[in-house]
Antibody, heavy 120, light 106 residues
Framework: EVQLVESGGGLVQPGRSLKLSCAAS????????MAWVRQAPKKGLEWVAT????????YYPDSVKGRFTISRDNAKSSLYLQMNSLKSEDTATYYC?????????????WGQGVMVTVSS | EIVLTQSPTTTAASPGEKVTITCLAS?????MYWYQQKSGASPKLLIY???SLASGVPDRFSGSGSGTSYSLTINTMEAEDAATYYC?????????FGGGTKLELK
């Protein structure tokens, strides 16, 4: 059974940093692209970052480019999101998601999510 | 950036009723993907590549469309289908989602 378990969320002041983690199990982690998707309170979904199987390629939308860094440790089956220079608009539930990448690009399994609140 | 516009924003259906949700893209996309999110839960993949059902999804769900217009249909509404539904495209970076359609049980 595919399981994705996020951790590391919490309350952080604007301008500070936070690092999220996602522990994966139930599949061969190193064979899949992985992603982070967020959802602001009572809002829709927003893609945040994607990383290739080896970690050599990363993709971001303009809203977080230069502030967020996605990384992975295939030996530990773990995904990370380093978030710097946090803003109030980064307040959201952050989901770790497994990606199907190639002919089609979509998110086939999602974690339960971790809440990040940016506030003074 | 390709903007996805879903309609309706909110709707309600009685058990057994047919429901159709539309997703319009600001530019042509090659395929559409649909997710279901129940209250307090994480999103779940429903349909991939426009019309293929994800594993375990009941066959009362179906997807169709092409170009800039796509739709998700629930053939016969059941109580467990009450949720918010999102479309998603990947044809161009950034990957984007529609604003969501909240489906309530009447």
């Amino acid at each position: 059974e595919v399981q994705l378990v996020e951790s590391g969320g919490g309350l952080v002041q604007p301008g500070r940093s936070l690092k999220l983690s996602c522990a994966a199990s139930g599949f061969t982690f190193s064979n899949y692209y992985m992603a982070w998707v967020r959802q602001a309170p009572k809002k829709g979904l927003e893609w945040v970052a994607t990383i290739s199987t080896s970690g050599s390629r990363t993709y971001y939308p303009d809203s977080v480019k230069g502030r967020f860094t996605i990384s992975r440790d295939n030996a530990k089956s773990s995904l990370y999101l380093q978030m710097n220079s946090l803003k109030s608009e980064d307040t959201a539930t952050y989901y770790c998601a497994r990606m199907i990448y190639g002919g089609s690009n979509y998110f086939d399994y999602w974690g339960q999510g971790v809440m990040v609140t940016v506030s003074s | 950036e390709i903007v996805l516009t879903q309609s309706p924003t909110t709707t309600a259906a009685s058990p057994g009723e047919k429901v159709t949700i539309t997703c319009l893209a600001s530019s042509s996309v090659s395929n559409m993907y649909w997710y279901q999110q129940k209250s307090g839960a994480s999103p779940k993949l429903l349909i991939y590549s426009t019309s293929s059902l994800a594993s375990g999804v009941p066959d009362r769900f179906s997807g169709s469309g092409s170009g800039t217009s796509y739709s998700l249909t629930i053939n016969t509404m059941e109580a467990e289908d009450a949720a918010t539904y999102y479309c998603q495209q990947w044809s161009s970076n950034p990957w984007t989602f529609g604003g969501g359609t909240k489906l309530e049980l009447k």
